[in-house]
């Protein structure tokens, strides 16, 4: 169910969904006013809740400008998903010994250690500026021998913690598929938040005055909107990379313990949802910034998780023009972290996980998924988004915690 509000010399908001705290909608108003908002306005996903200057489930084009912060933090953060040629029947009755596997081969949390080197390993460090101090990322060099770079290889292949997840799931074939959600690690967050730093330097060197002063901007045709797009462009592919690598991990895991040969019947899909791109909408080509969404052209598959014991779609976009040709990227945070530990309760969580190999403790608590929007109505608010082409449902599940 869409929404449009449009106050007056602001571009419209479309919102699909009525259910909107008014927090998340202020923020929205905010971006509504900025002058180099595509005049098509902001699209908000019905998974859409309160972020850092800009709601998570926004789409933002722009002219002339980009916000940091409306990119985050996890920049490139998004999905994977394959289809495997095993059936349900071929898994083992008990997913423990997978999932303790998985566990030790994928490093989980903070940090992790999967040193890289090599032609395309260096060639993915040399598209960053090298070392540029008017950005503040000596940090982060082209060779692989700088303390930055090594923090970096040393990530490559690992999941995190929060919301990020390896799952088994089955179809409603009963078709075994493997999905994956991650980013770009602690090298994406320490970019981010140095050119968010940076954004609001400028913003204060000019005397910019903003609703927000995390919407804090850079203009086209400045150096650091030129070094902006090139690190978060890096920080995308570092962020692909990453789950390309993690898959590879957990397919390799599945040959181990699964006896039977399988084959990869699909092709990965692998989506961002927090990302900025150039694109062309009604006939313009502007910057199209998706925090918590992913694009949903006509024909283009996509990903879209619910919570842990909670179904996940996989889908097909419609190519729908107001939303930028966007569409969720989740079920959306219903609470936040600290509010669902305090609501609920370890029984809360085993109950709403039975049947789902995981983890059941209090350090995943807030990862149940009561904390989460219902992930079938938001299905619903988006059916002239996406169509439905797979029902997922989790067997298994890692979490970073």
Same mark, same amino acid.
């Given at each position: 169910?869409? /929404? ?28 509504? %006013?900025?002058?180099?908002?595509? %005049?098509?306005?902001? #699209? ?9 200057? #800009? ?36 898994? &083992?009755?008990?997913? @423990? ?21 090599? &032609? ?9 500026? !090298? ?9 982060? +060099? #082209?060779?692989?021998?700088? $303390?930055?770079?090594?923090? *970096? ?5 690992? +999941? ?9 799931? +089955? ?28 954004? %609001?330097?400028?913003? =204060? ?43 590879? =991990?957990?397919?390799?895991? +599945? ?5 039977? &040969?399988?084959?990869?019947?699909? =092709? *990965? ?23 918590? *969404?992913?694009? @949903? ?36 945070? !219903? ?11 370890? #029984? ?8 789902? $190999?995981?983890?059941?403790?209090? =350090? ?15 299905? @619903? ?5 996406? $169509?439905?082409?797979?029902?997922? %449902? /989790? ?7």
């Amino acid at each position: 169910m869409k /929404q449009v509000i449009q106050n007056a010399h602001d571009r419209p908001i479309h919102i699909w969904t009525e259910d909107i705290d008014e927090g998340a909608l202020q923020q929205l108003k905010n971006i509504a %006013k900025l002058p180099f908002i595509h %005049k098509h306005g902001v #699209a908000a996903m019905p998974d859409v809740h309160w972020g850092i200057g #800009a709601t998570v489930g926004s789409v933002i084009a722009t002219k002339g400008a980009i916000i940091p912060a409306a990119v985050g933090v996890d920049i490139g953060c998004g999905m994977n998903a394959v289809r495997t040629s095993l059936k349900a029947s071929d898994l &083992p009755d008990s997913l @423990a010994e997978i999932r303790h596997s998985i566990e030790r081969g994928v490093p989980l949390g903070a940090g992790g250690n999967h040193q890289k080197s090599g &032609p395309e390993w260096d060639g993915l460090f040399n598209r960053l500026p !090298k070392g540029d101090v008017r950005w503040g990322l000596p940090l982060i +060099l #082209a060779a692989t021998n700088d $303390e930055g770079a090594k923090r *970096a290889a040393g990530q490559l292949g690992t +999941l995190g913690s929060g919301n990020h997840f390896i799952e088994v799931c +089955l179809d409603e074939s009963q078709d075994v598929w493997v999905m994956l959600h991650s980013g770009s690690r602690g090298t994406g967050n320490i970019i981010g938040r140095q050119f968010i730093q940076r954004a %609001k330097d400028v913003m =204060e060197k000019y005397f910019v005055t903003l609703p927000d002063k995390d919407l804090a901007f850079f203009a086209v045709n400045t150096q650091e909107f030129d070094d902006y797009i090139s690190a978060v462009s890096w920080c995308q592919d570092y962020a692909a990379e990453n789950r390309r690598v993690m898959m590879e =991990e957990v397919i390799r895991n +599945l040959r181990h313990h699964i006896k039977k &040969p399988f084959d990869l019947t699909t =092709e *990965a899909i692998n989506c961002h949802h927090n990302y900025v791109e150039k694109e062309n909408h009604y006939g313009e080509n502007v910057y199209v910034t998706r925090k918590g *969404a992913i694009r @949903a052209r006509e024909g283009d598959l996509g990903i879209i998780p619910g919570s842990m014991g909670a179904r996940s779609y996989i889908v097909r976009g419609k190519g729908n023009a107001e939303s930028y040709h966007s569409c969720a990227h989740g079920a959306g945070r !219903k609470f936040g972290r600290k509010e669902a530990k305090r609501r609920f309760t370890v #029984a809360d969580l085993e109950a709403q996980t039975q049947g789902v $190999e995981c983890r059941k403790d209090a =350090e995943v608590l807030d990862e149940l998924p009561a904390a989460y929007k219902d992930i079938d109505t938001v299905m @619903a608010n988006q059916a002239d988004l996406v $169509e439905v082409v797979h029902t997922l %449902k /989790q067997v298994m599940c890692v979490k970073g915690a």
